[in-house]
């Protein structure tokens, strides 16, 4: 076959949701999981998807459709099986789909692979291993069963294979740098190529998201010299090589210079027509033009797009309408959402309006604008709604934040308050607390959904989740701990409650995001000015408060992580919606403080997943995300103890922010990178309170007195006593309460050993 010979497709999507309209596939492996159904039916299910999927979108009239984005888990797993890479703790698993899941989530005997988000997103995909003793080797059967499946039922099927650079890029390797086995590869990606075209495969997308990061000199001649190898071969489909996420900069002309058939380009993250202009060898090449929001809900502005379509077309041999990246991170569809208010609705669009904009696109490049005239129409007026919405302009909101001054910022130098805290909180040395949440029991689960359901009312609902709290409160002063919390039993989820009591978000019903495996997420969606009409979390705190003499911590989400678990606003910049949602912070601040509580712990966790992908772009990205928090935190006196709590491990580019932060006591995951973060933090001279989590709570292991001494005395090392805390790693909402019960225990008896 030769790849001239191919024709270029004009409509596509650069890959496709794989959990299920209503979620069939997590439940389906669940239920394999728990053994309540063999894998037969797993299979089964798995399959209806996939054959309703590719019905809808031939349907919706795409000449070119992504296939083997389907996955059982995660699509970087699935790369790691298809190239022979998993590790050999599990390689000897018999059971083909029992090795997947323990790869994916462990099992008795062994650990399951790391898991990490993907780029700058919310998705979170396995970490490959790669060691010494890896032996790559290709197994197709996944990807050329579903490529098979797909032709059978006239899907004009382009396979989706992660592509060797992010691969390995993505990976951990034992021995020096991944990249150094990109040579083992490329063989093996080449015999990939025959066997797609022998099985009826006309085109080939290979998915390169990590050319839109920083890469070095040498990384960009692995570019040159992959590509231009794997498109020599002689019995091949045509390649498109993915690009999303951001611009690929350098490694554009270093694609291009090759002998791929077509380049994807995400439009909706930095790249611009003039970029592609600057690159003459894609004259010859299809360009996949991301126009459509891949990852955003928002409604696309038809006009715009087409009049970049006409100026792409002078840069390329043919253009395609596409999305920006793969619709994994949106939800199915707007049809199910009864519940939102007709006018927000009519300004988003979810997965199937997504495809429907891109044949729209894709109609009009091709028969001109008169073609898609009614819907050029109804797109012009939805987006002059939205401008017009009072709800996107606050005047109060604007006008609080343009009064602020750097006075209402200020607190005083860290050394003042911490004297001044010690003071009014008298706490022992080395206090022990906890990050916030307490076991989610079934209790708490059921009382929400009879909630819901209208089983009970208000009251009831608020009287349990008193009595949950008045738990434990007693169990943490039976324990000794020093710093209390509530618990969090009236929260689903730390940022989707946050953002059902703010004005400027909206909440779907069944907007579904696979955030990893089998665990989804639905993101609220912020569209207007953020502003707190009541207080949030006042009632249970000081509930909480009243039940004790000790100190009962107040407990908030901060802007940047309520942003970064959100679908935020595309018609300002991140760093303005996040000074709004820092002043509603401040406010429940304030007001914390004004009923008695004397701590407050404003969360962090996803500072460091916004961090753009490109260095150039992180100081901005710094500056602005500590000041939000800064925002959130500076209104309360200086006698309010402020802590904030991070969980990640990897701290490399923003141990300085936090820092910035400038927070009395900050917790910090550390059980896992063995107290490492502490030396970092002394190197960038950190001297305020700090609490590295003693032990894992990722695990449902016990730890022992002893352990955690040991922890502690190594933790003292690097911290002196009067700025170290002892806590956890993490929240405990995911834990049974008899292992948490023993493991604080524990914890609260290391402490007075240390001591
Ligand atoms: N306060 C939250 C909890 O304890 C923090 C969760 C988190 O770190 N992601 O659950
Ligand atoms: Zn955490």
Not at 401 to 430: I, Y
Not at 546 to 570: H, N, Q, Y
Not at 678 to 687: C, I, K, P, R, T
């Amino acid at each position: 076959m030769t790849v001239s010979s191919q024709k270029p497709f004009t409509a596509t999507v650069l890959g496709l949701p794989r959990v299920g309209p209503r979620r069939e596939l997590k439940r389906a492996t669940e239920s394999y999981l728990a053994g309540r159904i063999d894998a037969d039916a797993l299979h089964a299910v798995a399959r209806d998807l996939r054959r309703d999927q590719f019905a809808e979108l031939l349907a919706a009239g795409l000449d070119s459709i992504p296939v083997g984005t389907f996955s059982y888990y995660d699509q970087v797993l699935d790369t790691a099986v298809l190239l022979g890479a998993l590790p050999p703790r599990v390689a000897d698993i018999a059971d083909p789909l029992d090795r997947y899941f323990a790869a994916a989530r462990g099992n008795d005997t062994v650990e399951p692979l790391e898991m990490t988000k993907w780029f700058d997103t919310n998705y979170h995909y396995l970490v490959p291993e790669i060691g010494a003793d890896t032996t790559f080797s290709l197994n197709p059967e996944k990807v050329l069963q579903e490529l098979r499946e797909a032709i059978e039922l006239g899907v004009p099927a382009r396979p989706v294979v992660v592509g060797p650079i992010t691969f390995l890029k993505l990976a951990k390797s034992a021995t020096g740098s991944p990249l150094d086995r990109l040579g083992e590869l490329v063989g093996l990606y080449r015999e990939l190529l025959r066997l797609l075209a022998e099985a009826g495969a006309q085109w080939v997308q290979l998915d390169e998201p990590a050319l839109v990061t920083d890469l070095t000199a040498d990384e960009l001649d692995a570019v040159r010299t992959t590509y231009a190898e794997l498109s020599s071969a002689a019995e091949r489909p045509a390649i498109l090589v993915a690009t999303y996420f951001g611009h690929p900069d350098a490694a554009l002309p270093a694609l291009a210079g090759t002998d791929i058939d077509a380049v994807a380009l995400d439009f909706t993250a930095g790249v611009d027509v003039a970029a592609v202009a600057e690159v003459p060898a894609l004259a010859n090449k299809l360009l996949v033009a991301g126009l459509v929001d891949g990852r955003n809900v928002w409604r696309a502005d038809l006009d715009h797009g087409l009049a970049m379509l006409a100026t792409l077309l002078g840069s390329a041999d043919s253009v395609a309408v596409s999305t920006s990246c793969s619709l994994l991170h949106v939800p199915y569809t707007l049809a199910v959402e009864t519940g939102l208010e007709e006018r927000l609705r009519s300004w988003l669009a979810f997965g199937a309006e997504k495809v429907a904009e891109v044949r729209l696109l894709a109609t009009g490049l091709a028969e001109g604008p008169e073609a898609i005239g009614a819907e050029l129409a109804a797109t012009r007026a939805a987006l002059a709604s939205r401008k017009a919405d009072r709800r996107l302009e606050d005047p109060q909101v604007r006008a609080r934040l343009a009064g602020l001054d750097a006075e209402a910022l200020r607190r005083a130098p860290a050394e003042e308050r911490r004297a001044l805290q010690r003071d009014r909180l008298r706490l022992p040395s080395l206090p022990t607390t906890t990050i916030g949440s307490y076991p989610q029991t079934s209790a708490i689960r059921l009382a929400r959904a009879a909630l819901r359901k209208g089983e009970i009312d208000q009251q009831e609902y608020i009287r349990r989740m008193r009595a949950e709290i008045a738990e434990v409160i007693a169990l943490q002063e039976e324990l000794g701990l020093d710093v209390l919390v509530h618990g969090e039993p009236e929260r689903n989820d730390m940022v989707q409650y946050f953002a059902e009591q703010l004005d400027g978000f909206a909440a779907t019903e069944l907007g579904w995001v696979q955030s990893y495996g089998t665990r989804c997420v639905r993101p609220p969606i912020l569209f207007g000015d953020v502003a707190r009409p009541t207080a949030m979390t006042l009632d249970w705190i000081t509930y909480a408060q009243s039940l004790t003499e000790k100190p009962v911590k107040g407990m908030l989400t901060g802007p940047v992580t309520i942003l970064a678990w959100s679908f935020v606003r595309d018609d300002q910049p991140l760093a303005d919606s996040a000074r709004q949602v820092a002043l509603a912070i401040r406010d429940e601040t304030v007001d914390l403080q004004g009923a008695g509580i004397r701590i407050v712990q404003v969360d962090e966790p996803a500072l460091r997943e916004l961090l753009p992908l490109r260095a150039v772009d992180q100081p901005a990205y710094l500056e602005w995300s500590v000041q939000s928090f800064r925002l959130a935190t500076s209104g309360v006196a200086d006698t309010t103890q402020i802590h904030t709590h991070l969980c990640y491990s990897e701290f490399g580019a923003v141990i300085d922010a936090i820092a910035g932060l400038d927070a009395d006591v900050t917790s910090i995951e550390a059980a896992r990178s063995h107290m490492e973060v502490l030396d970092d933090l002394n190197a960038e001279g950190f001297d305020l309170g700090v609490g590295p989590g003693v032990y894992d709570i990722h695990s449902p292991r016990v730890p022992s007195v002893e352990e955690i001494t040991t922890s502690l005395r190594a933790a003292l090392k690097a911290v002196p006593a009067q700025r170290l805390w002892v806590n956890p790693d993490c929240g405990l909402k995911t834990r049974g309460p008899v292992e948490v019960t023993a493991a604080l225990r524990n914890m609260v008896a290391a402490a007075a050993a240390v001591r």
